[in-house]
């Protein structure tokens, strides 16, 4: 399954999209996360108590790379230059198994409070007036176009804040959609962007209200979200700790590790069973690989009208290949 969480800034989503990946890393899952958002601080929240974790080196700055792996021997792309962010895959296309020994999972995952750990890269200062956030998404959109996941396993995804997920076809690529929301006004009006934009699509936005301090904020997320709210986190002293610093470092490469498989949960009670809902929500899903491809190929089509036809000199619906049929079985 792939998950992605999304919300308004400082709603709290790339904590959750930690507690969530730590939650399935926990159960002996297999997960991978991925920071794709402009502040790369997944990292820092997966190892809390850290003051500098590891990262891998990002995806960006290699997507030349990524584009020559993927292209595989796929005879209707004619060169690496001529794939952009949505060119999906066809007969010949380099596909991965989520956390494979390929050349792309080997040199750009490391762990991070025990959860394996993609990362998209900094928005810097050689970007500045030259190029968006989404040049650099774009390789996390051609690695999930590619991966052939299988069940029980899990990618998480921390978006980039706000509706701005939808200048590119990204978020057409996940199983479930968890925004997260504040019970505030500015904390539900990115959900009915969300909510608006992905109907057209038919994706599946589900509400996970956060920072709920009594009675009256859930109240507040019901009467806003109504049946989209799944569930909620209150107020986590060990979340606030973990965030100034004040949790130890934990060794994540040995058997009786805090974060190994069946180790004690330090979240609140209510905290760790609004985490179950979210997993429980997740695994009641059902992968859909013909609407995957499908929103894959609209997209490219897309984006090679408006402008990657012109910018290749191709015509680059032609990479579209019509007999391709998407998922476990295209790895025969």
């Known amino acids: 399954m792939r998950i992605a969480f999304v919300g308004k800034g400082g709603s709290g989503k790339t904590t959750l999209s930690a507690l969530f990946a730590r939650h399935l890393a926990r159960s ?190 859930l109240l507040f997320l019901k009467e806003q979200v109504g049946d989209d709210l799944l569930t909620h986190l209150v107020h986590s002293d060990w979340v606030r700790a973990a965030e100034q610093g004040r949790v130890p470092p934990q060794a994540t490469d040995t058997p009786d590790a805090p974060d190994a498989p069946n180790a004690p949960d330090p979240l609140e009670p209510h905290n760790r069973h609004a985490l179950n809902v979210l997993r429980e929500t997740v695994d009641a899903q059902s992968r859909d690989w013909d609407r995957l491809h499908r929103h894959a190929v609209e997209f490219h089509l897309r984006n090679a009208r408006a402008w990657a036809d012109a910018r290749t000199g191709e015509d680059l619906a032609a990479q579209v290949d019509p007999d391709f049929v998407p998922g476990p079985a295209a790895l025969a």
Do not use: W
């Not at 402009?38 to 030349?64: F, K, M, S, V, Y």
């Not at 989520?98 to 995952?109: I, K």
């Not at 390789?139 to 590119?168: K, N």
């Open 28 to 217: 002996g899952a297999p997960v991978l996360a991925i920071d794709g958002d402009i502040n790369q601080h997944l990292a820092q929240a997966l190892a809390p108590g850290e003051e500098r974790p590891r990262t891998p080196p990002p995806l960006g700055p290699d997507l030349p790379a990524v584009k020559a792996l993927l292209r595989g021997t796929n005879p209707r792309i004619s060169t690496p230059d001529s794939m952009i962010k949505t060119t999906p895959p066809g007969r010949g296309s380099r596909l991965l198994r989520l956390l494979g020994d390929d050349e792309l999972h080997t040199r750009h995952v490391s762990r991070a409070g025990g959860v394996p750990l993609m990362v998209t890269g900094e928005f810097d200062e050689s970007d500045l007036g030259v190029a968006c956030y989404h040049s650099k998404l774009g390789a996390v959109e051609l690695y999930l176009g590619h991966l052939v996941d299988g069940p029980g396993e899990y990618v998480v995804v921390d978006m980039t804040a706000g509706a701005d997920a939808f200048a590119s076809g990204l978020f057409t690529r996940f199983d479930l959609t968890f925004l997260v929301a504040e019970p505030t006004r500015k904390g539900v009006s990115v959900y009915r962007q969300y909510r608006d934009h992905a109907r057209e699509f038919g994706i599946r936005i589900t509400v996970v209200g956060n920072k709920v301090t009594g009675e009256d904020d």
